[in-house]
T-cell receptor, first 113, second 117 residues
Framework: GENVEQHPSTLSVQEGDSAVIKCTYS??????FPWYKQELGKRPQLIID?????GEKKDQRIAVTLNKTAKHFSLHITETQPEDSAVYFC????????????FGQGTELSVKP | GAVVSQHPSWVICKSGTSVKIECRSL??????MFWYRQFPKQSLMLMAT?????????EQGVEKDKFLINHASLTLSTLTVTSAHPEDSSFYIC?????????????FGPGTRLTVT
């Protein structure tokens, strides 16, 4: 079945450094790749997404890259701040078919001041 | 825009009783609604997908007679946990999907913390 692998499971960086989280998906028909940030006890919040017709998307300190050939996509956070500390989830779906999201296992990011 | 509410935010119930959780899309009509459960320090596990007016599609291993889903309108879906047991204690999160821009974007509710004693 469909699967999304996410690495690393935990990531600790110093404030101001960059953080990179990587995901690999198995369903070659996936065409929508959102990233969610979840703080403890709260709902996942969509922070950025990318569709399969685009290779890169940036929104201020956050960027996502997609390599369709290799079936992997990555989240890049630059100039990290303590408030970036949270669990981040990648997901993949056949978005234009109304498909369900397949989530990665999550990455717990800790930004040390 | 794209606000999803969920009620209640937390509930404690006794073993054997049933609990109903509501999920509402407040400012858009949801094409599809999804129900997830999440255990501590784990990812979201999809339980079922529901479309308005039709039966829910349950993921493998999820008991449809135990987790009843009703999707009465384009803005409301409910999940009823029947005959709850302590192992049903979890964080239940709904999401509402909007296909309005051609891709299904999902927006999550705040979650419901269920504790079964």
């Amino acid at each position: 079945g469909e699967n999304v692998e996410q690495h690393p499971s935990t990531l600790s960086v110093q404030e101001g450094d960059s953080a990179v989280i990587k995901c690999t998906y198995s369903d070659s028909a996936s065409n929508y790749f959102p990233w969610y940030k979840q703080e403890l006890g709260k709902r996942p919040q969509l922070i950025i997404d990318i569709r399969s017709n685009v290779g890169e998307k940036k929104d201020q300190r956050i960027a996502v890259t997609l390599n369709k050939t290799a079936k992997h996509f990555s989240l890049h956070i630059t100039e990290t701040q303590p408030e970036d500390s949270a669990v981040y989830f990648c997901a993949a779906s056949r978005g234009n078919q109304g498909g369900k999201l397949i989530f990665g296992q999550g990455t717990e990011l800790s930004v040390k001041p | 825009g794209a606000v999803v509410s969920q009620h209640p935010s937390w509930v404690i119930c006794k073993s054997g009783t049933s609990v109903k959780i509501e999920c509402r899309s407040l400012d858009f009509q949801a094409t599809t609604m999804f129900w997830y459960r999440q255990f501590p320090k784990q990812s979201l596990m999809l339980m079922a997908t529901s479309n308005e007016g039709s039966k829910a599609t349950y993921e493998q291993g999820v008991e449809k007679d135990k987790f009843l889903i009703n999707h009465a309108s384009l803005t409301l879906s409910t999940l009823t946990v029947t005959s709850a047991h302590p192992e049903d204690s979890s964080f239940y999160i709904c999401s509402a999907g909007d296909l309005g821009r051609g891709f299904l974007e999902q927006y999550f509710g705040p979650g419901t913390r269920l504790t079964v004693t």
